[in-house]
């Protein structure tokens, strides 16, 4: 068991671990935030939460660099971090937004249900025309019995998409490495 708890005090795993809790919590606070203004809290508005997850990203990728790098950072390590934060975030999030919905407030699973069969029906016209009447009656089954479990897979898959580029494109910004060892 000791070994177990010594692989993730690797700062490598640590700290990005404890910064995906953080980011996780703030979005969650995101989501309570548009909770408590009357927003549909589980509309496309939360998409905006990712904007948390790239600064918590960019601060947790410079501080790794600054204090456990040394002022350098290879592009694996960039690329470890972002996407075992994003993973971490992800799950967190995902994991309390369900419980609210279960537990809290299950109206706001009620709405969101409301809100995308609706959805369907304003775009109805374009969907019957290109997917057909069958798949339309099939994403309509789909809407009407969706259950708050989704939401962990949902978020994760969601969150998991969205980072690819971000976390690229930070661990390329950061990436400093030692070349002195290539001179004579």
């Known amino acids: 068991m000791k070994n177990i708890f010594s692989y ?16 996780g919590l703030l979005c969650f606070l995101y989501f309570l935030g548009l909770y408590a203004v009357g927003v549909p809290a589980l509309g496309n508005i939360r998409v905006l939460d990712y904007g948390i997850v790239i600064i918590m990203l960019v601060t947790t990728v410079w501080y790794y660099r600054k204090n456990i790098g040394n002022g350098r950072l290879h592009l694996w390590e960039g ?25 809290v407030d299950p109206s706001v699973w009620d709405q969101y249900i409301v809100n995308s069969k609706n959805l369907l029906l304003e775009g109805k016209k374009q969907f019957m025309d ?12 789909k809407a009407s019995t969706m259950q708050p479990g989704i939401l962990l897979p949902d978020e994760l898959t969601k969150k998991t998409a969205l980072a690819v580029l971000p976390v690229l494109i930070i661990s390329l910004i950061f990436r400093k490495q030692d070349y002195t060892i290539l001179n004579p």
């Not at 700290?15 to 980011?23: A, D, E, F, R």
């Not at 971090?81 to 919905?101: D, E, K, R, S």
């Open 8 to 23: 993730f005090n690797n700062p490598l795993l640590k700290i990005p671990l404890l910064s995906g809790l953080i980011t």
């Open 79 to 103: 690329l470890t971090i972002g996407y075992v934060l994003n993973t971490v975030a992800a799950l967190v999030t995902g994991w309390l937004i369900y419980l609210f919905v279960t537990y």
């Open 130 to 141: 290109t997917m057909g009447p069958e798949a339309f009656a099939e994403q309509w089954q």
